[in-house]
Antibody
């Protein structure tokens, strides 16, 4: 079964840091670009960051640029997101999603890991 | 970043109705446009990619059209399981989602 499983979410104080992880299984992880997408409570989807299959090229949403680092370890079938200087408005469910490329969309999603930024 | 604007933000419809959702991009994105369905408490599900191509397993009552800056998602005959929120997303430059369209029961 093709699957993505996120972990690493939790409660963090404003200004703090967190590292999210996403492990893929049931497919050749290194063949795909990957993304992080978040959804604040009661709000819509927001693309956060993406990385190409090799890990050599990354993109970030302007709203979070400078506070994020996306990376991957294909040997471990894993995707990561380091988040720094967290704010209350970063509170959201964070999904990882497999990206088939410009013409194919995000076709596999995890169940999400919740991040709460609160004092 | 490219901005994506959906309309309407919400709509009420009955089973059997034809529903059309529009998505506009802030610049030309060719056909690099995808549509997703999301139900409460669930992850999004890819419906259509590359503007017009139905994802495997998606019912044929869903259809997509458009290119450049204006795109539409059409549900030809709304079914009870289609009441959900729909998002467009561009994949031309980085990635951006529209704000969503909630389809509710009339």
């Amino acid at each position: 079964e093709v699957q993505l499983v996120e972990s690493g979410g939790g409660v963090v104080r404003p200004g703090g840091s967190l590292r999210l992880s996403c492990e893929g299984s049931g497919f050749t992880f290194e063949d795909y670009a990957m993304n992080w997408v978040r959804q604040a409570p009661g709000k819509g989807l927001e693309w956060v960051s993406g990385i190409n299959w090799h890990g050599s090229r990354a993109g970030y949403a302007d709203s979070m640029k400078g506070r994020l680092t996306i990376s991957r370890d294909n040997a471990r079938n894993s995707l990561y997101l380091e988040m720094n200087s967290l704010r209350a408005e970063d509170t959201a469910l964070y999904y990882c999603a497999r990206d088939g490329g410009e013409q194919f969309g995000m076709d596999v999603w995890g169940q999400g890991t919740p991040v709460t930024v609160s004092s | 970043d490219i901005q994506m604007t959906q309309s309407p933000s919400s709509l009420s419809a009955s089973v059997g109705d034809r529903v059309i959702i529009t998505c506009r991009a802030s610049q030309n994105i060719k056909t690099f446009l995808n549509w997703y369905q999301q139900k409460p408490g669930k992850a999004p599900n890819l419906l259509i990619h590359n503007a017009i191509t139905l994802q495997s397993g998606v019912p044929s009552r869903f259809g997509g059209s458009g290119s450049g800056t204006v795109f539409t998602l059409t549900i030809s005959s709304l079914q009870p399981e289609d009441f959900a929120t729909y998002y467009c997303q561009q994949s031309y430059s980085k990635r951006t989602f529209g704000q969503g369209t909630k389809v509710e029961i009339k």
